[in-house]
């Protein structure tokens, strides 16, 4: 384990916690029965419920950071600890970013749709 694998994954939880809490405020502003749109265009979106909507994202974020650490922890070269780093230190930001602009764009439906409280 080298100081660039756990800085990788100190970014890797710090993206999982910003996901996992807008989740959490966007579950608390929607009923049980709300659908959730997965895609970008409300209307004709494939909708899940809110629990599996708003938990699959964070999970296949998981699975995935877990894969890349697997990966990074099977170097023993300098060089691809570097490539490493940097590839879980991007992806890590990128996935959260993905992440906050589809809620925001399904909150943003929802809310036209009179389907969130407030």
């Known amino acids: 384990m080298t100081l660039l694998s ?68 099977s170097v023993t070269s300098l060089s691809y600890d570097l490539i490493f780093f940097g590839l879980r230190a991007t992806l890590a930001a990128i996935i959260a970013l993905m992440q906050l602009q589809w809620l925001r764009g399904a909150l943003t439906a929802l809310e036209a749709e009179g389907a969130l409280k407030s």
């Not at 659908?35 to 494939?46: E, F, N």
Request: proline content about 4%; hydrophobic content about 55%.
């Open 6 to 73: 756990i800085a990788a994954d100190i970014l890797w939880i710090i993206a999982l916690s910003i996901m996992a809490s807008a989740s959490l405020t966007a579950w608390r502003r929607m009923s049980p029965e709300t659908k959730v749109p997965m895609q970008g265009d409300a209307r004709k979106a494939l909708r899940l419920k809110r629990d599996l909507a708003l938990g699959l994202p964070i999970g296949l974020a998981f699975a995935f950071g877990a894969v890349l650490l697997w990966g990074h922890r």
